[in-house]
């Protein structure tokens, strides 16, 4: 996927079938939008693109990362993805604007795919009627869905961040359609791990919303491959007083350096909640048996 970052770096596309909205949660509503832009653009011979905007212009705490968010699009076979800087200038732009300038003049949009309940342009003003409206005169189609619903609620980024913060994380990951994850990048961390004979992958995860601490069975993505492993959140209170919260992969028949690289970790299952133990030894036994239980639950 090609990521185009800022409107000025924008050129004309060849029959681009876009998707628009922010995507902050790439749940199950947002990924049917993109998806069925991809699907569009194979069956007109176009280009598939994706327009979102960072940060939220909500000023929301977003679920993914930035990073997180466009590898996500990426697997949902997006060709392009735009980013736009959502500051105080771009959010002056009238919805009218955004329409004539961006999406017709820089992009040359053919087909626009758009969620009924996204808005636009100074103060939100704008919405898919007023896309539906502005079609014909600029010769695109708009395809606007409705919100897709669960358990008779609507599936939001909001909602999914409250489940993964109560630590309802397979109820997060029915909404999302996929299990839950941070992506983060490997940082040095104290080497515990190796010395307990465990070695762990020490997580830097760019401010993503996070499980409550515990252990948790996971699935790991490093360089397009899934490995099972187990995952520690919490302040290692038994070694520590510090109250940082850490985030320890450690990852099964795994022995490469990968300090800088990305990880994804997608939690499958919380095996037990953090706590102090009375001595390093009992501390050992534990974290064994928690890995034992992990193979188990992944097998």
Not at 133 to 159: C, E, H, W
Not at 164 to 181: F, H, N, T
Not at 243 to 267: C, M, P, S, T, W
Request: proline share 4%.
């Amino acid at each position: 996927m090609k990521i185009i970052r800022g409107i000025r770096k924008i050129n004309r596309l060849h029959k681009p079938v876009l998707a628009l909205g922010v995507f902050d949660g790439l749940h199950r509503g947002h990924r049917k939008v993109l998806f069925s832009a991809v699907k569009q653009a194979h069956k007109v011979k176009g280009t598939s693109v994706c327009l979102t905007f960072w940060p939220h212009p909500q000023k929301r705490g977003s679920l993914y990362s930035l990073e997180h968010r466009l590898r996500l699009i990426a697997k949902l076979g997006i060709d392009v993805c735009v980013v736009v800087n959502f500051n105080r200038r771009f959010s002056e732009i009238s919805a009218q604007e955004f329409i004539s300038e961006i999406l017709v003049k820089k992009i040359g949009v053919k087909f626009v795919y758009v969620g009924k309940n996204f808005r636009f342009g100074r103060q939100a003003k704008g919405d898919y009627r007023l896309l539906e409206a502005s079609a014909k005169k600029y010769n695109f189609q708009v395809r606007a869905f409705d919100v897709v619903m669960s358990a008779g609620k609507p599936i939001s980024s909001t909602l999914i961040r409250k489940l993964i913060k109560e630590g309802k994380i397979r109820a997060a990951a029915q909404l999302l359609g996929r299990p839950v994850s941070v992506l983060g990048t490997v940082i040095q961390g104290s080497k515990l791990g190796r010395i307990f004979g465990v070695p762990t992958a020490n997580i830097n995860p760019h401010h993503e919303v996070i499980p409550p601490t515990g252990i948790y069975a996971v699935k790991i993505i490093f360089a397009n491959k899934q490995y099972n492993g187990a995952c520690y959140l919490g302040t290692r209170p038994t070694v520590t007083s510090r109250k940082n919260l850490r985030v320890e992969a450690h990852i099964f028949k795994f022995h490469k350096n990968i300090y800088g690289k990305f990880l994804e970790i997608q939690f499958i299952k919380l095996i037990r909640p953090d706590r102090k133990f009375a001595t390093l030894e009992s501390l050992v036994i534990q974290i064994k048996e928690d890995i034992r239980i992990c193979h188990k639950i992944l097998a």
